[in-house]
């Protein structure tokens, strides 16, 4: 999915005849100012952890990359947050079409495997997306359509809406799947629980989710559908000291380099394990490593402040919401952030799998700071529409 | 909405407030309560690099014969910083292994200096790798002296024998190619340095070897490949604690040339019969070069230079007797391509380029008398023999010097004479120039001479360069020459003077001189060639080109080299028809007549020039015999040089008729392709293969 097709044309942004002063009154600015300070923050970190990753060529380039990355994510952040409503709802089908499409052309020559797992597009101009961030952002928007379209009379979804939710996230999901991408998939099926159980659809949908998603998980493992790899990639965090396995290697060298980071850490440029490349990708999946050592407990701990801020801006947003389809994708955000948020930096404390997503508005990397700031658009969206209505 | 939708949220809520909870709390384990342990870690975390060096590309012929592959041998090698904390310094040690190599002690010291240390050999011999790294000092070590060695590691500290990858020269057909192959040698410090805090992983490394000279310096880049890299994390004791990062080696890539083997032994052997023959004829013959061009891309098919030596003498090092032995035969230079040579009556063909440019009519009629007069000078024919009124053709064929004196007399006058401003038209040296004479031809070969082409701007450019030693010997007079020659000290000073006060004038007897390729005018024996394989195309000059291609070790194709043109020579129509004719005389029934008696000439005809170069510093003559064919369809163009070594006719001209039979398959006066050394009696169109595991695949018929 490209720039100019998230961008929709000029008469519908601004549309709406409230005067532009309100539309900056009106944000909301702890969310917004929570996500500004962690990816400015974050953007010293990854210049500490990629400097010396190209020697002789350019120390700034993920750096600059970084700050352009943001810059674009802002830009893409005041779109969404400004797009009509009923918009969103109109174009729903229309991009999770998109989003298919873009995880299918992970299969065409176009496709590029990084670190195990086939889920980029390569794009003119050297750039790689991953298609499946966008994905998330489609399934949010997708289920909490199809969720929220009860008659008023019901108070609750009909069966027939929930079976065709599920449907519908099980296509992305499945290709993500396919594409063995573990981490973005459990993020995925976190988002639909979550959005089917805030739909206020029957417990028994609920806990059959629950019940159902464990028991495919424990019949793939028996059965073999998941690869050893996979199986060594999700378990090297319980033991990691057992073997020297790239996994349990990396597993290894994060909790090092945390762990030596202590209270106040060792001072910017100045981690062992940072400066010394121990840490594999440190500067996007492992970033989390980068603040720990050199900033320490205290900047570890703001860093996880700031991102706890953004969610329970959210969750007021969701909870807050006038009707069902806001509070739905309030909602749906707030999971697919939260539950990535605990996956990166779980596997980075070496309490979660080591499945490769990125830190949600830290990382680098283009399309997951894209998606961070479609999600946190979509939140303000959200909060602006329900100001209008009270 | 319903409650229960409220209700779920919250549940969200506390879901959420317990997942960051459970991070804090881990966090707060790792960093505040066993932070210290990991700090430690982290302290002894260290990497240390395994280096799998790559495999050095091949060199292939046109036809995928390797010419230069790689085979294993045992080397030996001395650490210096391991000798020096011996308590003699390491003396006892290098006896024993004198002793048990068989070789003297003063050898193995030879080799173990410090290039430019005191008392230390001349460069190849010294060392000048990096001062860290073990010195090898003998190879194809025996497996029983390097098992001794190995096995009393107590009477050889720091001395080493291992299995190493080291070039092989095949030697297809006894093509011997030395030159243009080149030789590797231990990277230098210096080029250590040139590249800086690289951390590009083809970076050079201590041990390395890296081409020194021929291609293996040119394709130095592609033949080298990456060497695996293995970052292993290890502890404080050393222990292996994981791998932060591995790569695989690559293969260096192959260089496919426009060598033919088979060729390339012909013209070997051509030109050192050739040279045999001028020495039977009591010449000196001590250097030659021969050279042959696909004149429609510039490819260079064969190209040897006289001496030769054997590419084995560089594996593991030279020794000391081989590389003095080198130096006294002046075996080292490639003459083809770094000896410049007056080219003598050959440079008619460009005199006729620049005449015809000038105006002058080729079919027109001209006087060859015996001499020709300019002055006070008389210019001599060759063997002062007069022909009377002849045709242009006739003046190439029997190489009448005065025909070409008295047109380069009249061009000089028409362009201004004596006293002609700066800028003047000079059609010789402009047509010269034109042909790419006198630079660089930009061969893929390092160190090339450029040569002189000599003319009014270069005339006063050697002026500029020289006039302070020559006024001040003109001041001087020669003093110390004047008690035992006074006669000879008074001409050196009159010419010493001379020079001084108007050395910068081009002078008729100048133009004179230059228009038979004499004077100043010193070229290689490939500017010729490129030069005559531009008349035989109709003017274009190619850039001569030793590779063809670069393939990966797998046989993909990594880069093809296609023909460069140089530029285009501009004449009249029909200028270079008229050459093609007039030389295709010359063989017929001219001055390269005699070498080509019996040959095919109606079915092959040849387009050639004879040359036989005066030089005066030792009263000899360089011989040429500049030529291409078919003359009416031209493909090949062949020039072999002798120095000292007696007219161009008689003693190279053989040489290029034993190559031209080699090449169209003459047999007996007869024709017949299949016997060409050039399989379909064609050079190869096509690359060779190179299959996957890295063997090429060779023709049969290949020993």
């Known amino acids: 999915m490209s720039l100019s097709e998230a961008t929709p044309s000029r008469r519908f942004i601004g549309a709406r005849q409230e005067g532009r002063q309100s539309y900056w009154r009106r944000l909301d600015w702890w969310l917004l100012g929570a996500a500004l300070v962690l990816s400015t923050a974050s953007s010293v970190f990854v210049w500490s952890a990629s400097r010396s990753d190209l020697a002789g060529d350019d120390p700034q380039y993920f750096l600059n990359r970084h700050l352009v990355n943001i810059a674009i994510g802002l830009v893409l952040a005041f779109i969404v947050s400004r797009l009509d409503y009923r918009l969103l709802r109109a174009y729903a089908p229309v991009l999770y079409g998109l989003a298919i499409v873009g995880i299918l052309l992970v299969y065409t020559p176009l496709g590029t495997t990084i670190a195990g797992a086939r889920a980029w597009v390569q794009v003119p101009g050297g750039f790689t997306l991953q298609p499946s961030e966008f994905a998330k952002v489609a399934i949010v928007l997708i289920l909490a359509v199809v969720l929220a379209e009860k008659r008023d009379a019901e108070a609750e979804p009909r069966d027939r809406d929930v079976a065709l939710a599920l449907g519908l996230a099980a296509i992305p999901i499945g290709l993500v799947l396919l594409q063995n991408d573990t981490g973005t998939v459990l993020i995925m099926c976190t988002v639909v629980v979550t959005m089917v159980a805030v739909s206020g659809a029957r417990t028994r949908w609920v806990a059959g989710l629950l019940v159902g998603g464990a028991t495919a998980a424990v019949i793939a493992w028996q059965l073999g559908f998941v690869k050893d790899y996979q199986i060594a990639r999700l378990t090297s965090f319980v033991n990691p000291d057992e073997a020297a396995s790239t996994a349990a290697y990396n597993a290894t060298q994060a909790r090092i380099a945390i762990g030596g980071g202590g209270l106040w850490g060792r001072g910017l440029f100045q981690g062992p394990q940072t400066q010394g490349n121990f840490v594999p990708v440190n500067e996007s999946d492992f970033i989390f490593t980068v603040i720990g050592e050199e900033a320490g407990f205290i900047g570890a701990a703001i860093t996880i402040l700031l991102l706890s801020i953004i969610l329970w801006r959210g969750m007021r947003i969701a909870l807050g919401a006038g009707e069902l389809y806001g509070r739905l994708v309030a909602a749906g955000v707030v999971a697919w952030l939260a539950f990535q948020t605990f996956e990166n930096i779980g596997m980075n404390l070496g309490i979660m799998p080591i499945t490769g997503v990125p830190l949600p508005f830290v990382s680098y990397g283009g399309t997951s700071m894209f998606a961070s700031w479609i999600a946190l658009g979509l939140l303000e969206n959200v909060r602006l529409h329900q100001q209008q209505q009270s | ?703």
């Open chain 2, 1 to 703: 909405m319903s409650d229960r939708s409220h209700l779920r949220l919250v549940v969200l809520g506390v879901l959420i407030i317990s997942l960051i909870g459970t991070l804090v709390a881990r966090l707060s384990y790792l960093q505040l309560v066993v932070g210290e342990e990991y700090a430690a870690q982290a302290a002894s975390n260290s990497t240390r690099e395994v280096i799998t060096p790559a495999v050095r590309g091949l060199i292939l012929d046109q036809r995928g014969r390797p010419l230069v592959s790689n085979r294993t041998s045992l080397v030996v090698s001395v650490d210096r910083t391991v000798l020096a904390r011996e308590e003699d310094g390491g003396a006892a040690v290098l006896d024993n292994l004198a002793r048990a190599l068989g070789v003297s002690r003063e050898s193995i010291d030879q080799k173990l200096m410090p290039c430019g240390s005191e008392g230390a050999p001349p460069l190849p011999v010294c060392w000048d790798g990096s001062p860290y790294q073990p010195i090898p000092i003998a190879k194809d070590v025996a497996t029983e002296t390097a098992l001794t060695i190995m096995e009393r590691r107590a009477d050889f500290p720091g001395v080493s024998a291992q299995l190493a990858a080291v070039r092989e020269y095949p030697e297809p057909f006894d093509a011997n190619l030395a030159h243009v192959l080149g030789y590797v040698g231990p990277v230098t410090q210096e080029q250590l340095d040139a590249q800086g805090d690289s951390a590009d992983p083809a970076r050079l490394r201590s041990r390395d070897l890296v081409g020194r000279n021929g291609l293996e310096a040119q394709y130095d880049a592609e033949l080298r490949g990456i060497p695996g890299i293995t970052t292993l994390a290890v502890d404080q004791v050393g222990r292996v604690t994981g791998t932060v990062s591995e790569s695989e080696a690559v293969a260096g890539n192959y260089v496919v040339t426009n060598i033919d083997a088979h060729l390339q032994q012909v013209v070997e052997q051509a030109l050192a019969e050739s040279v045999d023959r001028a020495r039977e004829e009591g010449d000196v013959a001590d250097t030659g070069a021969a050279v042959v061009i696909d004149v429609r891309t510039g490819a260079v098919l064969a190209m040897a230079s006289y001496p030769t030596y054997e590419p084995q003498i560089w594996v593991g090092g030279i020794s000391t007797r081989d590389y003095e032995s080198l130096l006294r035969d002046r075996a080292l230079s490639m003459t083809v391509t770094q000896g410049t040579y007056a080219p003598g009556s050959t440079f008619k063909a460009v005199t006729t380029v620049a005449a015809a440019r000038e105006g002058y009519d080729l079919t027109g009629t001209y006087p060859c008398p015996a001499d020709y007069t300019v002055g006070s000078q008389r210019f001599r024919n060759f063997e002062s023999s007069g022909f009377g009124p002849i045709t242009l053709q006739r003046a190439l064929e029997v190489s009448c010097n005065t025909v070409f004196y008295r047109i380069a007399d009249e061009m000089w006058l028409k362009g201004g004479g004596l006293y002609a401003p700066q800028g003047a038209p000079d059609p010789v040296a402009e047509t010269a120039a034109a042909f790419r004479l006198g630079e660089a031809s930009g061969i893929d070969l390092p160190n090339e001479a450029a040569g002189l082409v000599s003319g009014r701007d270069e005339k006063l450019a050697v002026w500029e360069q020289r006039r302070e030693q020559w006024c001040a010997d003109a001041k001087e007079g020669f003093s110390a020459l004047r008690d035992e020659n006074p006669k000879l000290a008074e001409y050196y000073t009159a010419l010493a003077k001379e020079n001084c006060l108007d050395g910068f004038r081009w002078r008729n007897g100048d133009a004179i001189n230059a228009s038979i390729g004499q004077g100043d005018t010193a070229i290689t024996p490939l500017q010729l060639a490129m030069a005559y394989a531009a008349i035989a195309n109709g003017g274009t000059v190619y850039q001569p080109q030793v590779a063809k291609a670069v393939l990966s070790s797998r046989g993909e194709v990594v880069k093809q080299f296609d023909p460069v043109v140089r530029g285009e020579v501009q004449a009249p129509e029909g200028t270079f028809d008229f050459l093609r004719t007039s030389l295709a005389g010359v063989t017929a029934e001219g001055t390269g007549r005699v070498p080509f008696e019996g040959f095919p000439l109606d079915e092959i005809p040849i387009a050639s020039k004879t040359g036989s170069a005066q030089v005066f510093s030792d009263n000899s003559t360089t011989a040429w015999f500049a030529s291409f064919a078919p003359a009416d369809d031209p493909q090949y163009a062949v020039v072999m040089m002798v120095t000292r070594g007696g007219t161009g006719s008689l003693t190279a001209g053989p040489g290029v008729r034993a190559i031209y039979e080699a090449l169209f398959g003459v047999v007996d006066g007869i024709v017949d392709p299949a016997k060409s050394v050039l399989i379909g009696a064609q050079p190869s169109r096509t690359l060779p293969i190179v299959r996957p595991d890295g063997t090429p695949v060779v023709p049969e018929a290949t020993p």
